[in-house]
């Protein structure tokens, strides 16, 4: 068990009206929990330690330049092969538009795998 937000949810940020970490808050301030509401459709990319050659940042224009682009950095001081650094999400509003800039933005970063 991880009683912390998970991975999986990050993209909640992005695409909902409140995010995974706000339902958290929510949760142990015993505050209302609304039914959730998904406005976009949104397709996650793990940005791993990998993507820092030689300890530089990796450009980012590319895929910011994509309609939908959400860079998120975790703040982490150094990047080790593997070690997640953040994420970059991309939303649309349809689940294929998402696919397709997240396939975009794959090629942008040279990544490896998704």
Aim: hydrophobic fraction near 40%; glycine fraction near 8%; include cysteine.
């Amino acid at each position: 068990m991880a009683p912390r937000p998970h991975n999986s949810g990050h993209c909640t940020i992005d695409a909902c009206d409140a995010s995974q970490f706000e339902w958290q808050v929510r949760t142990l301030a015993g505050l209302p929990l609304p039914a959730p509401r998904v406005h976009s459709h949104a397709v996650m990319l793990n940005l791993l330690g990998d993507l820092w050659r030689d300890g530089v940042a990796p450009d980012w224009t590319g895929a910011l330049a994509l309609p939908g682009a959400h860079l998120h950095l975790y703040g982490k001081r150094e990047a080790r092969p593997g070690r997640k650094m953040g994420h970059l999400t991309l939303t649309a509003v349809s689940a294929d538009e998402a696919d397709a800039s997240a396939r975009d933005a794959v090629q942008r970063l040279g990544l490896a795998r998704w």
